[in-house]
């Protein structure tokens, strides 16, 4: 038995898991003593979280065809799931007479959430951080931006704490909820900055106008997560509304040559979060020193997480001189922040 794929399930099956998702976490203690199942998840590509992976791969052939008895535990095929504890044997023998096609997701697809949600970290923290500036046009440079939903947070409208306050783009049909941990960032109520270049770069950039790259993003949603998903939807509609510039590439590599075609007189915002952590350190330390050199000749701001740790993490070069900060204790699906600045 592959003993560090089984350690994999079982630490995905932690106490957020238990909370969001009965189903994957009860699934997910069966998998990780299962060796023919650890066999067919050893499969997928190098480098990807596999418990995620594999769960995608089942619910994207799932939702496709829900005949088979392993739809009666999914919330996504029924209105009253069956116990979840119930539903290994079913699984089970969903992914072996489903084997070809699992492994195929398993080795050409990945895990590429684009969560939505964590636009409620992203809009108080820009909106503080162009306080540095005086007003000016924005490029945004978003690294691993997925299908590039998260290029538009400046256009979605946000409400914190249930309080009835709404901030960000009032015309917006896209609602994103959150709460603060504590005190509140500065600049929630400021005006909207005027964002003229929207570029995003990814490995494997997602393409929101076919219907089979939809359904992988919802697919990588967990069952019980009707709030996730519809969501999505939302910032699906509004992004075939805007123009993005998406990119295949490395954008922790390319950053230079990006940063070339944006005017001097407008302000380039790089930010990436929950991407750094899938590359090397050294290869994250050579990024930050491009970084700075490019801060050395014009104005930007880099926000990011995971290069050191988890925390919402701010680089403002202006004038030349660098500023640091750390903004920001976050949730991974943006539920909560506590602002830190």
């Known amino acids: 038995m592959?003993?560090?794929?089984?350690e994999a399930f079982l630490s995905f099956a932690g106490p957020k898991c238990q909370e969001t998702s009965p189903l994957y976490c009860s699934l997910t203690?069966?998998?990780?003593a299962d060796e023919e199942l650890l066999l067919i998840?050893?499969?997928?590509?190098?480098?990807?979280?596999?418990?995620?992976?594999?769960?995608?791969?089942?619910?994207?052939?799932?939702?496709?065809?829900?005949?088979?008895?392993?739809?009666?535990?999914?919330?996504?095929?029924?209105?009253?799931?069956?116990?979840?504890?119930?539903a290994f044997p079913a699984f089970k023998d969903f992914v072996l007479s489903h084997q070809r096609e699992i492994i195929e997701l398993l080795q050409t697809r990945l895990v590429q959430t684009n969560e939505v949600r964590r636009c409620a970290c992203l809009f108080p923290a820009f909106m503080y951080a162009l306080r540095h500036f005086d007003p000016q046009p924005l490029a945004l440079l978003e690294i691993g931006c997925s299908a590039g939903l998260n290029l538009l947070w400046d256009r979605y409208r946000y409400e914190y704490d249930e309080n009835e306050e709404i901030y960000g783009n009032l015309d917006s049909p896209t609602l994103i909820t959150s709460e603060f941990l504590g005190k509140?960032?500065?600049?929630?109520?400021?005006s909207l900055p005027l964002v003229t270049q929207r570029i995003g770069v990814d490995l494997h950039p997602i393409d929101v106008s076919a219907p089979a790259e939809v359904d992988w993003l919802r697919a990588l949603i967990w069952p019980e997560q009707f709030w996730r998903r519809n969501l999505l939807e939302a910032a699906i509609k509004q992004q075939q509304e805007?123009?993005?510039?998406?990119?295949?590439?490395?954008?922790?590599?390319?950053?230079?040559?990006?940063?070339?075609?944006?005017?001097?007189d407008t302000l380039l915002c790089i930010y990436h979060t929950h991407v750094a952590n899938?590359?090397?350190?050294?290869?994250?330390?050579?990024?930050?020193?491009?970084?700075?050199?490019?801060?050395?000749?014009?104005?930007?701001?880099?926000?990011?997480?995971?290069?050191?740790?988890?925390?919402?993490?701010?680089?403002?070069?202006?004038?030349?001189l660098l500023t640091r900060e750390t903004l920001a204790n976050?949730?991974?699906?943006?539920?909560w922040l506590e602002w830190l600045a």
């Open 41 to 86: 998840a050893g499969q997928a590509s190098a480098g990807q979280p596999v418990p995620n992976l594999l769960f995608a791969a089942v619910h994207y052939l799932l939702v496709a065809d829900p005949n088979h008895p392993l739809a009666e535990y999914y919330a996504t095929c029924t209105p009253k799931p069956k116990d979840p504890t119930q």
């Open 242 to 264: 805007v123009e993005l510039d998406l990119r295949t590439g490395d954008g922790f590599a390319e950053v230079s040559s990006i940063a070339a075609e944006i005017p001097k």
């Open 184 to 190: 509140r960032s500065p600049g929630l109520q400021d």
């Open 278 to 320: 899938q590359i090397s350190r050294e290869k994250g330390e050579a990024f930050l020193e491009t970084v700075r050199e490019l801060g050395r000749h014009r104005d930007l701001l880099h926000l990011f997480n995971n290069l050191h740790d988890a925390h919402l993490r701010l680089q403002v070069f202006r004038g030349g």
């Open 29 to 32: 203690e069966a998998i990780a």
């Open 330 to 335: 976050t949730d991974g699906h943006g539920r």
């Open 2 to 6: 592959n003993s560090r794929l089984s």
